[in-house]
């Protein structure tokens, strides 16, 4: 069973920029599609970030143009890029396979916290 590990997270003001990481313990990255999730405090986990092996990639609305999924296959990693974070933006942060693909478990994700 693969692992995934996040890491990156952390505290910052609005308008800050962070990137996060996700390292495999298998390869895949670039054998199938992968999402980056976050669950923020009682809300439902939710999808920010997809791309497809194809190197398509896919955002929800809400982090559009702000965020940037993407992959260093030579490094087993996948990133996000989170520039303009918001308030709203505050959660932890999960990598998995995308959208509708079996999942592997969940790591432990990486908290962002942002706030002045």
């Known amino acids: 069973q693969v692992q995934l590990v996040e890491s990156g997270g952390g505290l910052v003001q609005p308008g800050a920029s962070l990137r996060l990481s996700c390292a495999a313990s298998?390869?895949?990255?670039?054998?199938?599609?992968m999402g980056w999730y976050r669950q923020a405090p009682g809300k439902q986990r939710e999808w920010v970030a997809s791309?497809?092996?194809?190197?398509?990639?896919n955002y929800p609305d809400s982090v559009k143009g702000r965020f940037t999924i993407s992959t260093n296959v030579d490094k087993n990693t996948m990133y996000l890029r989170m520039d303009t974070l918001k308030p709203a933006d505050t959660a932890v942060y999960y990598c998995?396979?995308?959208?509708?693909?079996?999942?592997?478990?969940w790591g432990q994700g990486t908290q962002v916290t942002v706030s002045s």
């Open positions: 791309l497809t092996v194809g190197g398509s990639t």
């Open positions: 298998g390869s895949i990255f670039g054998l199938k599609p």
């Open positions: 998995n396979t995308g959208p509708g693909w079996p999942l592997y478990s």
